[in-house]
């Protein structure tokens, strides 16, 4: 099993301890904020759930229906992901309306706030080591798994501090309204989720940043030809998809212009991980005297 699945499976039990609690913590306190938290942490256990199953199916290898692989796959988890945290959020929008025109009493405020720590200190430790080892694998799925982790330790700080103050003041409303602003911030989460999946989905391209290093690297490494041009770029899960026209003399012999390619490959290969090229050779006739200039 792969490094990422085990990573996945880690996020289910995680998620479940941390459901467990935060759940707990609803169920003494009776506060519409802690139900807030707690209803997201569904979200995590469910999300990691097809985090898994879509890293299960990036890794099967290339085939005839699929002859560039299923990483892909991750995309999808992390849409499905975007949708679910909408569906939380409308859910703990209607818990703090209900909570809003009926307000109750919170009891045992203080074991409910600490049991929402220890659960979110649980989710800060996983949710950094989801995205750290998330973007060395280049996994999309656990990247976005890391992102909702985080973005839940960010809703618990608030809940609890919120929860203090209104405990402290003792205001009716004051939880129904910090429910309704964790529904707000949750929303934006799924927002921020779906929008980066979605790019994923439509080819889009790498980050600039990246996109110049290749662009460096080739010219660097294209000693002999004239130019490169055409130069295109996508990502798709852990590979990014790289191609581009490469201007030689015309008098060049194929095994000399091969030579050049390999060159640049190996360079660009050496400095990205999971990438795949396709190198196009034209004549000097070609040459549009635009993209990269060979140094």
């Given amino acids: 099993m792969s490094q990422a699945k085990h990573l996945a499976i880690g996020s289910i039990l995680v998620g479940m301890l941390v459901l467990a609690l935060k759940t707990a913590a609803w169920w003494l306190t009776g506060s519409a904020a802690l139900f807030s938290d707690a209803a997201e942490s569904v979200v995590n256990v469910a999300a990691s759930g097809v985090a898994f199953i879509a890293l299960h199916m990036a890794a099967r290898p290339a085939d005839e229906n699929h002859p560039y692989g299923h990483d892909k796959a991750e995309f999808f988890a992390a849409v499905i992901e975007g949708v679910m945290i909408v569906i939380a959020a409308a859910a703990i929008l209607n818990h703090a309306w209900a909570t809003w025109r009926e307000p109750a009493t919170i009891e045992t405020p203080m074991i409910g706030m600490a049991l929402n720590g220890v659960a979110s200190l649980g989710n800060l430790a996983w949710g950094r080591m989801l995205l750290r080892r998330g ?15 985080m973005t839940d330790v960010v809703t ?15 205001s009716v409303h004051a939880d129904a309204f910090l429910a309704v602003m964790v529904t707000l911030y949750v929303l934006f989460s799924g927002v921020q989720v779906l929008r980066e999946s979605v790019g994923g989905l439509m080819d889009e391209a790498p980050a600039a940043r990246i996109v110049e290093r290749i662009r460096v690297v080739v010219g660097e490494h294209a000693e002999g030809a004239i130019e490169v041009h055409d130069l295109r770029a996508r990502h798709a899960g852990r590979l990014t998809f790289l191609e581009c026209h490469l201007v030689v003399p015309g008098s060049m012999t194929v095994a000399d212009s091969h030579s050049i390619c390999d060159r640049i490959e190996a360079a660009l290969k050496a400095e990205i991980e999971g990438l795949v090229i396709t190198i196009h050779v034209e004549p000097d006739a070609k040459a549009k005297h635009r993209g990269v200039l060979v140094l």
């Fill in 156 to 170: 618990s700080i608030g809940v609890i501090g919120g929860l203090a103050i209104a405990i402290a003041t003792g």
């Fill in 135 to 149: 973007r060395a694998l280049r996994s999309p799925a656990l990247v976005a798994d890391g992102n909702h982790l």
